[in-house]
């Protein structure tokens, strides 16, 4: 990887980081010509597989939105998309994103493969369109780089939100802000984990350009391996609560089931964060059916607080515990949230911090590779 910025550039990212852990930016309503309040924000979808059709049919569902143009470069897909949105009509379809980009949409999901999500995100700044872009920002350090530059020259009354979900969900907010209240003290370790069953099969196809690109999940240059993909979203919630970048990372992983991918199925993780919290994390995708676990838990001098999609735990003491559940699937607060910013003008852009929170997935991928310790200025260049 091209090592540039070294130590300088380090401390610099990691001061932005810390800074902007818990915040947006901001921009005020009157600043932003956009879509009228009583006017639908039009949606493209660029990707229209599994997420992207779920995250749009989302968007769709809502009164304020209507997903109206759909690319990708197959028809099966955009047919399955067409019928899980649920759109009335035929949206314009392309199989170019440039086209799609070119045309009068207020805004895009991008739900690419990850490889394809710096190009696109650069894309649709360039366009002029709010952005919702699924995770991770990249599978590369160069990708992640691609995407914070983007994101700075970005037009400041456009939105550019970022599919790491647990950002929006009220459990995951309400277990931020007792943290930051101090109500479980000082935060002296941490660990996560996304321990489950294997969420991609591979299919054959005859042609290998087309066997790769439909399998794209399988290999470690389209998809970053799976601590990259899927494993982002600890990372990300871990870069939330701790405000702040890892230093180092060391750990160990494998192939026991999946061997018919170039990825791995296990890893162990040790990231080591400033101030002495040490960090443990676990990921496999090899459980068998019916068992999971995912999810986060914060260890103060006060207390304990877990987190995960479905709920927040407070353990307060040996006899107090509070338990408050999700009341929904929380890419519907990330997604309705994405439209009020554009309709409000209260717009974010997280390009950067999401690209910091994609970097240190790498930082451990760097660690598994290489089965040493890895850190920031000597591993991976930044």
């Keep these: 990887m091209h090592e540039v910025s070294h130590e300088q550039s380090r401390r610099q990212w990691l001061r932005r980081s810390t800074a902007a852990a818990g915040g947006f930016l901001i921009v005020k309503p009157q600043a932003v010509r956009g879509t009228q309040a009583n006017s639908k924000v039009t949606f493209g979808l660029i990707g229209a597989g599994n997420r992207g059709s779920y995250d749009a049919s989302i968007a769709h569902a809502d009164p304020r939105a209507e997903v109206t143009a759909l690319c990708d470069l197959f028809d099966d897909r955009i047919e399955q998309a067409i019928q899980r949105i649920r759109i009335q009509g035929r949206p314009a ?132 391996d799976f601590i990259v993909e899927q494993d982002c979203h600890n990372f990300d919630v871990l870069h939330w609560f701790l405000g702040a970048l890892p230093l180092r990372a060391v750990g160990y992983a494998g192939t026991k089931v999946r061997t018919t991918m170039e990825i791995l199925d296990h890893l162990t993780l040790s990231f080591e964060f400033p101030n002495g919290i040490h960090v443990n994390y676990e990921a496999n995708q090899i459980s068998p059916p019916g068992f999971s676990r995912v999810g986060e838990e914060f260890t103060g001098r006060k207390g304990v607080i877990a987190t995960s999609r479905a709920r927040m735990v407070h353990t307060k003491g040996p006899k107090e515990v509070e338990e408050i559940a999700s009341k929904r699937e929380i890419t519907f607060d990330a997604i309705e949230q994405f439209i009020s910013r554009i309709l409000s003008g209260d717009v974010e852009n997280v390009a950067e911090r999401s690209a910091l929170s994609t970097l240190i997935a790498i930082l451990g991928r760097t660690a598994l590779y290489s089965g040493r310790e890895a850190t920031w200025k000597h591993d991976i260049g930044v």
């Design 93 to 224: 379809i392309y199989k170019d994103y440039q086209k799609l980009l070119a045309s009068e949409v207020d805004a895009v999901i991008i739900a690419t493969p990850p490889y394809q999500h710096p190009e696109q995100l650069e894309a649709a700044v360039q366009a002029r369109k709010h952005i919702y872009c699924e995770k991770p920002m990249g599978v590369d350090v160069e990708g992640c780089k691609r995407v914070i530059a983007a994101g700075r020259r970005a037009d400041p009354k456009k939105c550019i939100s970022v599919g790491f979900q647990q950002r929006y969900g009220p459990v995951y907010l309400e277990a931020y802000r007792r943290i930051q209240e101090g109500q479980i003290g000082e935060i002296v370790n941490a660990r996560a984990f996304w321990i489950g069953g294997d969420p991609f099969k591979r299919v054959p196809y005859d042609d290998p350009k087309i066997e790769r690109l439909r399998n794209w999940f399988c290999y470690r240059d389209l998809s970053g």
